[in-house]
Each structure stands twice: as C-alpha cells, then as structure tokens.
C-alpha cells in the first residue's frame, strides 16, 4: 500500500498531465462573451454572496481568505471586488503556469503561492474563509482528499467559514474528475455544520437558452435536479470552537 505522501506525489503528476491536456484544448463555451457562461458566472455570484451574508460574512474587510487551488485567481478577484482587503487575499496553486498567470492577474498585496494544498504552508487557525472551488473533483485519490480537507480545517478559525463549490455529479466529457456527493462531503469535514444547496444550472442547457432566454435560464436554475454542484458552507462544530 502506497504511504500518503507517494499517494500525494501520484496525484500530483496525474493533476498536472491532465491539466496539460486541458490546455491543449482551449474551449471557447468558457469565453465571457458566450451568453451560457457569462450566466453561469453571474448566478453563481449572487448564490455565493447570499450564502456569505446568510453566515455572517457580508463584512469582508477585514477578512483573511485562502483559496486552495486558486487557478489564476479569479475568485480571489471577485473577494476583492466585494470589499476584501487584497493584503487579506491568500491563494495557494500546484501549477507553475497558473501561479504566474495568477501574480500577473493579481499584482501584491495578493499573496499567490506555488504548492499542494495537502501540505499548506499557513499557520493554525489563520483564516477567517477557505475556498475551494472545483478543486476537490481534480483529486482522485481518497486519501489526498482527506489530507487537503483536514489542512483546510487546520487553517481556518474556530469560528470561520469552508466555502465549498464543486461537482456532485460527474461529467461524461471529463474523465478527469470525479464527483463529490453529500456522504462524501460530510466525512471528509467529520464533526462539522455542513449547508449544501443545488446551484449552477447543467451547462449544455445553460448554453442553449442562454442566448434566447436569461429569465428561463433563471427558472430553470431553480430545480435542483437540473443543477450540477453543491455550493457550501462548512463550519466547525461549537464544541470544537
């Protein structure tokens, strides 16, 4: 049986050969300018701010917020945007191409690391908000997902916020991630509150009404059967504060 850090270093080297696939194939359908996609964003935005006021985050200021697997730091953007101090603003990515895509995207005091988010280079209960987004269905291996998910709840404070978005159904058109489901969610965060709600409308629908119809894409987004990921928020039981 592999020990975790070899399993670690296995899932390391399968997330960066797919990832340079994926980049090989550059897909238009995630433009800006595709009336699907710029949907999908902007619903997702308003779910996420609701849930962060719902939960006592609506002041951000002051916040300390890490995103693990932050890409080019889109969302680390969007908290900025909200009213986080950029000084707060913390993300971690495994790929080197990324991290600097990210530094150019998010000039300091954004604070944009290269690493795994198995092993994060933060203190103890440092953080107000830890983001994950469609990063948790990159990792096959089970027990690198327990790992980065007990980092996540190292890092975060006794009264902080996990904020979760990612598959819970997995996608036919790509093999290389794996869906995490509400059983799963919930054992890898033991002890904890967990609130899961259905959000983002499955796209090949979002991209075919779209360019028709904003207000059927909308209704639509409403039936949870029709969405495609858990949005989250994951605190710290009160026992364990």
Excluded at 56 to 61: E, N, P, V, Y
Excluded at 77 to 88: C, I, L, Q, T, V
Excluded at 105 to 120: D, E, H, S
Excluded at 126 to 145: K, N, P
């Amino acid at each position: 049986m592999a020990s975790l850090a070899e399993s670690a270093d296995l899932e390391e080297a399968r997330i960066r050969a797919a990832y340079a696939r994926r980049r090989l194939a550059r897909d238009r359908r995630y433009s800006w300018f595709t009336s699907g996609h710029l949907f999908t964003v902007q619903h997702l935005e308003r779910r996420v701010l609701a849930c962060l006021r719902a939960h006592g985050f609506a002041d951000l200021q002051t916040r300390s917020i890490l995103e693990v697997g932050c890409g080019n730091g889109h969302w680390l953007r969007e908290f900025a945007k909200w009213g986080a101090s950029p000084e707060n603003l913390h993300g971690i990515e495994l790929l080197e191409d990324r991290v600097a895509e990210a530094r150019a995207l998010c000039p300091a005091p954004f604070t944009i690391r290269q690493g795994n988010a198995a092993a994060l280079p933060i203190a103890d209960g440092a953080m107000d908000i830890v983001l994950q987004a469609t990063m948790m269905t990159s990792i096959s291996s089970a027990s690198v997902r327990r790992q980065v998910a007990a980092e996540m709840l190292r890092v975060l404070k006794s009264d902080g916020l996990i904020l979760w978005y990612d598959f819970y159904r997995d996608n036919p058109r790509n093999p290389d991630v794996r869906a995490v489901k509400r059983e799963e969610i919930a054992s890898l965060f033991p002890g904890c509150t967990i609130a899961l709600e259905r959000v983002t409308l499955a796209p090949p629908l979002a991209r075919s009404l779209a360019p028709y119809s904003w207000i059927g894409c909308e209704l639509l987004a409403k039936i949870p059967w029709l969405c495609t990921h858990y949005l989250g928020a994951i605190r710290k039981s009160p026992r364990a504060r």
